[in-house]
């Protein structure tokens, strides 16, 4: 029985899996990402609207997503529309700090569910830091302080229900997972439906405040620094 062989590239189609899943499902419109990948030398925050996280652990790696203007407003507007947000209290502008930080609790949900699915498939443990959103004219490089081992780097876009596109930009270790023998994985629990079953109304309650939750840590303002950005 030859051993199951998972890839760098296998990896990348799971965080494109789990920023599809995400975003979908917290706008409840559909969020797609191409069927081919790009292979590039470097990855880079765009305009209009850049975010990034640094992850370590099992694999090192830096995952970038750059937003244009028109695509980071229709996912802001379309998320607090599903919150209950009357369209009149809405942010219009991508310049706009409430846009930087609902944009920046995305990336953190998305990569908490890419996270929570490597650890449990691949059986190791990865760390992230705390997603940093910035509005920016200018292409700007960014990389890794530290040294990846044989590092590859990859492109892909994604289209919204509106057919604006933006770019997931990842970089990582060249590494492979092999499996050889079969296991078991955890049964994956889903919140909402616990607490609905033992809360009446709870699991309504529960989505909003973690959806509403902005979470602000120094480490990115030290990330920041370490970047020299």
């Given at each position: 029985?030859?051993?199951?062989v998972?890839?760098?590239?296998d990896?990348?189609?799971?965080?494109?899996?789990?920023?599809?899943?995400?975003?979908?499902?917290?706008?409840?419109?559909?969020?797609?990402?191409?069927?081919?990948?790009?292979?590039?030398?470097?990855?880079?925050?765009?305009?209009?609207?850049?975010?990034?996280?640094?992850?370590?652990?099992?694999?090192s790696?830096?995952?970038?997503?750059n937003?244009?203007?028109k695509?980071?407003?229709?996912?802001y507007?379309?998320?607090?529309?599903?919150?209950?947000?009357?369209?009149?209290?809405?942010?219009?502008?991508?310049?706009?700090?409430?846009?930087?930080?609902?944009?920046?609790?995305?990336?953190?949900?998305?990569?908490g569910?890419?996270?929570?699915?490597?650890?449990?498939?691949?059986?190791?443990?990865?760390?992230?830091?705390?997603?940093?959103?910035?509005?920016?004219?200018?292409?700007?490089?960014?990389?890794?302080d530290?040294?990846?081992?044989?590092?590859?780097?990859?492109?892909?876009?994604?289209?919204?229900?509106?057919?604006?596109i933006?770019?997931?930009?990842?970089?990582?270790?060249?590494?492979?997972?092999?499996k050889?023998?079969?296991?078991?994985q955890?049964?994956?629990?889903?919140?909402?439906?616990?607490?609905?079953?033992?809360?009446p109304?709870?699991?309504?309650s529960?989505?909003?405040?973690?959806?509403?939750?902005?979470?602000?840590?120094?480490?990115a303002?030290?990330?920041?620094?370490?970047?020299?950005?």
């Amino acid at each position: 029985m030859t051993p199951q062989v998972i890839t760098s590239d296998d990896i990348l189609l799971k965080l494109c899996h789990s920023v599809s899943h995400v975003l979908s499902s917290t706008t409840s419109s559909p969020i797609s990402h191409a069927a081919m990948i790009q292979s590039i030398n470097k990855t880079c925050l765009k305009p209009d609207l850049g975010c990034f996280s640094i992850f370590d652990g099992g694999f090192s790696g830096l995952v970038v997503i750059n937003f244009s203007a028109k695509a980071a407003i229709e996912i802001y507007q379309a998320y607090m529309k599903q919150m209950g947000m009357p369209e009149s209290d809405l942010a219009f502008s991508h310049t706009s700090d409430e846009v930087a930080d609902i944009m920046g609790e995305l990336m953190n949900q998305i990569l908490g569910d890419f996270i929570v699915k490597m650890n449990k498939e691949l059986q190791t443990s990865i760390n992230q830091s705390q997603p940093k959103m910035l509005t920016i004219n200018k292409e700007l490089t960014i990389s890794i302080d530290t040294n990846l081992d044989e590092a590859v780097a990859r492109r892909v876009a994604f289209k919204t229900a509106e057919h604006h596109i933006f770019y997931l930009e990842f970089a990582m270790d060249k590494t492979e997972f092999i499996k050889l023998t079969e296991f078991e994985q955890d049964e994956e629990h889903d919140p909402d439906a616990l607490l609905a079953q033992h809360s009446p109304g709870g699991s309504a309650s529960w989505a909003k405040s973690v959806n509403q939750a902005v979470v602000v840590d120094d480490d990115a303002d030290d990330l920041m620094k370490e970047l020299g950005i």
